[in-house]
């Protein structure tokens, strides 16, 4: 894998201001919706020397302008994105297990960015690019459409309570604006642990018209058998110990959609 020459330093961002307020038709997060809190959270002393040492290589700033992923990553490789990776343990699985790719990842929680860095520099992991930011406007403003290989979005936050429904990510303009920005033949996986959210990600993908369920099994329902690359987290191992499921879906982009 080629070295990269173009170190881009880390950018701070601003605080996102949260304010309860209905979607206007079409826009899943509007700037006062967002799909997560800034949650305090401390950085560690060791994700702290990551974010120092390794934050210049691969973090990239966020700016509302195409991103050029070749020069970013150094090399020319299909090109994935992951949302919200928290800790960035399954992220750094997914990478070394899958060298020829090159994985694009967001998340707004500095620890966790401090986290996956350091998961990076321990593991010698060099496909990976981190942006610190909302992956929504990532998407709309840095991916071209059909840019993308594959998406990622493993156990995004459930918004449990029925007012905050607004806030989940997987609503039908986030997922055209996703079908758009996949390459025919592309990709979409999502997991949940929380059932009624894996039932309105099904109703969603699968109403979209751009995208297919790549599940055919009728025994499944329309849900996917966990692809190999995806671990079992810590966090899904205590799950299913406590006897709760979990729902993998995988829709990919039509080539006449
Ligand atoms: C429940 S955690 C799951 C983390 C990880 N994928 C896992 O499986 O452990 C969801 C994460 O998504 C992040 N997140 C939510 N909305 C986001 C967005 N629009 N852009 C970037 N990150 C987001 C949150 O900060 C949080 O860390």
């Not at 700037?31 to 002393?45: C, D």
């Amino acid at each position: 894998m080629q070295p990269v020459t173009d170190p881009t330093p880390v950018t701070p961002q601003p605080s996102a201001a949260v304010a309860p307020s209905a979607a206007p038709p079409g826009v899943a997060h509007p700037k006062t919706v967002r799909s997560f809190v800034r949650r305090a959270g401390r950085t560690t002393t060791g994700q702290a020397k990551a974010l120092q040492a390794l934050g210049p290589r691969f973090v990239l700033p966020y700016a509302p302008t195409p991103l050029d992923a070749d020069a970013a990553f150094g090399r020319r490789a299909p090109l994935i994105l992951e949302i919200g990776f928290g800790m960035g343990e399954a992220t750094a699985h997914i990478a070394r297990l899958r060298p020829h790719d090159n994985f694009l990842c967001c998340e707004v929680h500095e620890p966790g960015v401090g986290a996956l860095l350091k998961r990076i520099g321990e593991q010698d992991i060099a496909n990976i690019r981190i942006v610190q930011h909302d992956a929504v406007e990532v998407l709309t403003h840095m991916l071209p459409e059909a840019s993308l290989d594959g998406v990622h979005i493993f156990f995004p936050d459930p918004w449990h309570k029925k007012r905050h429904h607004k806030r989940r990510l997987i609503q039908p303009p986030f997922v055209a604006l996703l079908a758009s920005r996949l390459k025919p033949g592309g990709y979409v996986h999502c997991a949940t642990d929380w059932q009624p959210y894996a039932e309105q990600m099904l109703e969603v993908l699968s109403a979209e018209r751009r995208l297919a369920n790549a599940s055919t099994d009728p025994a499944l329902g329309g849900y996917a058998q966990r692809p190999d690359y995806r671990p079992l987290t810590k966090f899904e191992q205590r799950g299913l110990r406590l006897g709760h499921g979990v729902w993998d879906l995988v829709f990919t982009r039509r080539h006449d959609g």
